[in-house]
């Protein structure tokens, strides 16, 4: 097979491809082809050194990026001169557990568990212990699972075959008892796959010395995204070659909140660095917005991304008095664009920070009849949160038994399938709808529970007030008496919860635009032209997806969304992390950018955000950009940037409802604490890496900043001086 592999490589990317010795760290910019670069050198170093292919690991991220890579190499190298090797993280450990497990006496045949199984296994924990889960949601005890995990240290104490066998029936620790249930199962989870394979790797030094004898050559793309095992991992197979090749930008680490830390890549002593920095996907216009934000980060390599594209139309940032116009605006220029022909519906992407931003945009192209797809998600009104919040309002209008199965143990209320069975059979034998029969034998056995009794009272409660009631005021009455809302919020998924919060913003956004008062049945019979939307499965559709989703992909006509301070940068990722979040925001906003070919569009809109609880001001980012690079469309008060000046200088700290300095570390588990808005509370934990302290408060636990409490006995002093 003679193909050229240095063709349509630039100086650089050769560069890449021949230093094949050493340490070599690649900064490869948005669309400068570090893909192409990788697939070349793979190809160089079996082509022209005569390297066997079993003996180069390759490591990506994600299944979809190795397939790719595995495909690039194909076309470079004669047939069959390439490897398994060429695989994700996890992939390369699951191939090397299959081989040297049973050295610690697990069996080849595990089971790998994916969150879903994770969950399960948690709530059988949580279950076991007697835990009632609105006190520990399941997210936060897999986290502290994962915390756990990350040292490592429990390979040894549980699953080798000298490890502590573990007495299920008397064990109270949470974790030993969450191993016990992955061990019964012969289950390892993703944090596993990794820990395992570092034990055996340490733990035996014959195992070690043999795979550093096999892999010659170590690469790994998207190296930015590497946490601090997968650095241990990668450092440790190479260290017998010596050969350690990363590609990766900084610039483009967009997932530091679940580990990975671009600082390794920013510090990585390299025996030769190479910058790929030439663009090969967008415009000179474009690229000049993407490196005017991402220059006021300081964790990074300089670099300036560049083509030899010219400048390209002007970027243009809407501001729009509402959410309504701005989605308006922007289906406009979808199909202004589209009319001037030479352009489909697949060429456009709409680019968001969290997914419930999508609801105005998915209703705006369904009224022009423009076909879209969720990228990787789920439209806004098929998402299982807004089905359950409707399907409480259709068994409000009406005995709707469709509603009625689908809500009636949503909160779980002790009606499980059995006494639904029997509810069913009583239903048909006397020709009456669930709920009614529901009703009519709440006193009989298996009906007769206290849950479903406040069910039942509930839902007639709710239908003697629809007739008088605004839609949106009953659905935030069903949200917090159903206990839906509570159950959302301490499952701990705040796209859930602000997901549900959208769906009361549309209710009153109905209300307010409907020309007669609108009553539940009407709304529901408008709504469902949304829910029953049927879209076949087109290709030629536009895009909606979450920036994080966008990340790898590129489209000709880009439209980046709820530019808002708050929403993007987020505000709860700033409070989190402080500078470390906004950093990883801005990179985002990069990333977002980069993903445009011909044409980038910034649309933001003023209002009332319900996630940030206040007015909205434009995104500090939009700030960031050199005035001279965009051109603004629609009114906007001057005001509005000073706003967003005021912000951005305040760090997005909201100022501390007691007006006292203090640090988590002040508080103590049991102290009694007062918060204006929750009231008085009980300190469960407290968290010194985050500065938060969780405390159990009548209405569930919070994790609040330490200036937003006080101990009630420093209430009681000050009052008795």
Known sequence: MNIDIFKDLNDSQQEAVRSTEGRVRVVAGAGAGKTKTLAARYAFIVSALGIDPANILCLTFTNKAAKEMTQRIAKLVDKGNYS????????????????????????KSFTIIDVEDQKQIAHQVLDHLGVDKSVKNINSFLSGIAGRKSTGGYVETYLTQSANKIDVENCRDEFELYIAMQLKLFALDFDDLIH?????????????????QELNYVMIDEAQDCN??????????????????????????????????????????ADKDIVLNRNYRSTQGILDVANSVIKHNKNRIDKDLYTKKDAGPSIVHFHAASEQKEAEWIVKQIKKKMAEGDTNASDFAVLYRASYLSRFIEQNLMKHNIPYQIWGGIRFFERKEIKDALSYLRLIAADDDLSFVRICNVPARKMGKSTVSALQALAQKEQKSLFETL?????????????????????????????????????????KESGLKDEIRTDGDDDRLQNVLELVSSV???????????????????????TNADYTK?????????????????????????LSDGIFPSLRAIRERKNLAEEEERRLMYVAVTRAEKTLMLTESEG??????????PSRFLLEIKRELFVTEGKMDPILWENTKRLAGEDNQSRPLFDTVVKSDYFHEGDLVRHEIFGDGVVISTDQSRDTVNVKFENGNRNLRPSFIKKISDIENSLLN
Not at 439 to 461: G, L, S, T
Not at 538 to 562: A, C, N, R
């Open 228 to 269: 601090t095992t997968d650095w241990n991992l990668v450092e440790l197979l190479s260290a017998g070659c010596g050969n350690l090749f990363i590609v990766g930008d900084p610039d483009q680490a967009i997932y530091e909140w679940r580990g990975s830390d671009p600082g390794y890549f920013v510090k990585f002593e």
């Open 439 to 479: 009703c009519w034998h709440r006193d009989e056995q298996p009906f007769k529970k206290e849950p479903i009794a406040k069910f039942i009272d509930n839902v007639n409660d709710w239908r003697s007030k629809a007739p008088y009631t605004k839609i949106s005021q009953l659905l935030e009455s069903v949200l």
């Open 508 to 530: 009153k956004y109905y209300e307010d635009t409907s020309e007669e008062a609108p009553n539940l049945v009407s709304y529901l019979q408008d709504v469902a032209l949304y």
């Open 196 to 212: 395992l394979t570092l034990y055996i790797l340490h733990a035996f030094p014959e195992v070690l010395a043999h795979w550093q």
């Open 608 to 617: 009332y955000n319900a996630a940030t609880q206040a007015e909205k001001y």
């Open 538 to 562: 087109e290709t030629d559709s536009v895009k909606l997806m979450t920036i994080h989703q966008s990340k790898g992909l590129e489209f000709p006509h880009v439209f980046v969304v709820g």
């Open 84 to 107: 398994d090797f060429v695989c994700t993280i996890h992939g390369f450990c699951v191939k090397f557990l299959r081989a040297e497990i049973y050295h610690i006496g697990f069996p």
